[in-house]
């Protein structure tokens, strides 16, 4: 097992590349998708359940771990690896995101964001500095620097501003973090859908060096056709011999949209939210299990899938434990989810390796086209 963190590239298929990110915890397949595991904990499943599903990394929240438990608990109780029993790698985001978008009366300064907690109100400062130290409290294995993320859409003198700020951020982050063997700090580049500005945060994270680095600022109500512009290019600005992570993303068609742009790591509450909610994705598209017409059905909710969900149970059980508000519903339906997300990932990662993407990628779309039009 490797000590020290590490990249390799072992085949492209057009701008899509497969390999491994290499830690001292365990192998990172990629491209990968990172199940959220927010609070510690991925909702409705256990950690062994989660890696039976095929996941390699999961990711954890910093703002809402340095709310509730505190950082400094979960410290003391040995780390978040094994407070959640999760022994393979995590990467935590920075807390940047969340203070910008859920905390209330944040006040934005040089020094970083004063905020309220969404929980009881308490007043936090959260800085580059302080993100850095209780991402070290929480031991994780991937370390996201701090940086600001605008919604769009904005003015280019409102990303501008934000982008030089989260560059000035991402000095400081590196300046904190330190050297630490073994564990991994990523740059984030910003600026919206503006080519000189991705172009001009790619340089000076480049220029600080990390270990890999995000695509920041898509998925934020740009679209998923600007995301894609986006990303026909931003990814070429970046070192070939280290990881590419894509924040926030996504649906199974923005996955392989991303994949094949040349992205390695991306991370979504949606499969396990989806579950949740009583919605399934499946390889003919999204399934809404409340719906009426499941109520009789005796198939599986995916006749294409491996899952406990789908080898064990029908729509019609399915249908009756949402309606029914049974914890079992939200439990299988996002066991589901993760494992259809996990599956697709090593379709996508067996298919660039053989050199097959293109045609992969047809048969996706053209189930999906399809839809969930089997008679019952």
């Not at 001292?24 to 359940?49: D, N, Q, W, Y």
């Not at 890999?212 to 512009?229: D, H, I, K, S, T």
């Not at 990932?345 to 992969?360: H, K, P, V, W």
Request: proline share 5%.
């Amino acid at each position: 097992m490797a000590q020290r963190f590490g990249f390799r590239l072992d085949a492209t298929d057009g701008a899509a590349r497969t390999g491994v990110i290499e830690t001292p915890r365990g192998e990172i397949r990629t491209p990968a998708f990172m199940p959220v595991g927010t609070a510690a904990t991925v909702k409705a499943m256990l950690p062994e359940s989660v890696r039976a599903t095929g996941a390699d990394i999961l990711l954890g929240n910093t703002y809402h771990l340095m709310l509730r438990p505190t950082a400094e608990r979960i410290a003391h109780l040995g780390g978040l690896h094994r407070f959640m029993n999760w022994e393979r790698p995590i990467l935590t985001d920075s807390g940047g995101f969340q203070v910008m978008s859920l905390a209330s009366l944040r006040k934005l300064t040089e020094e970083g964001v004063r905020f309220s907690s969404h929980i009881d109100g308490s007043k936090h400062m959260l800085s580059p500095e302080r993100s850095m130290e209780i991402q070290k409290l929480l031991g994780s294995d991937i370390v996201m620097c701090f940086d600001e993320c605008p919604a769009l859409p904005a003015t280019e003198s409102e990303v501008e501003k934000s982008m030089r700020l989260s560059m000035r951020w991402a000095q400081r982050s590196r300046d904190a973090f330190g050297d630490r063997p073994g564990h991994a700090l990523f740059g984030i580049m910003q600026g919206g859908v503006t080519p000189v500005l991705r172009e001009e945060s790619a340089k000076a994270l480049v220029d600080i060096g990390f270990d890999g680095y995000a695509v920041g600022g898509l998925a934020v109500g740009e679209g998923q056709e600007a995301m894609f512009g986006v990303l026909d290019y931003a990814p070429g600005f970046l070192p070939q011999d280290r990881p590419r992570y894509l924040m926030g993303v996504g649906k199974p068609d923005d996955i392989v949209g991303a994949v094949q742009r040349g992205i390695d790591m991306m991370d979504c509450v949606l499969p396990s939210r989806s579950g949740r909610t009583g919605q399934a994705w499946t390889h003919r598209g999204q399934v809404n299990i409340k719906n009426a017409r499941h109520m009789d059905d005796p198939r599986p909710l995916d006749a294409d899938c491996t899952c406990p969900a789908c080898r064990s149970y029908s729509r019609a059980y399915l249908h009756h434990v949402f309606k029914a508000q049974e914890m079992i519903s939200g439990m299988l339906l996002t066991w589901h989810n993760l494992h259809y997300y996990q599956e697709l990932m090593q379709g996508l990662r067996d298919a660039i390796a053989a050199g097959q993407l293109s045609a992969f990628v047809a048969q996706f779309h053209a189930k999906r086209a399809e839809g969930d039009i089997e008679p019952i």
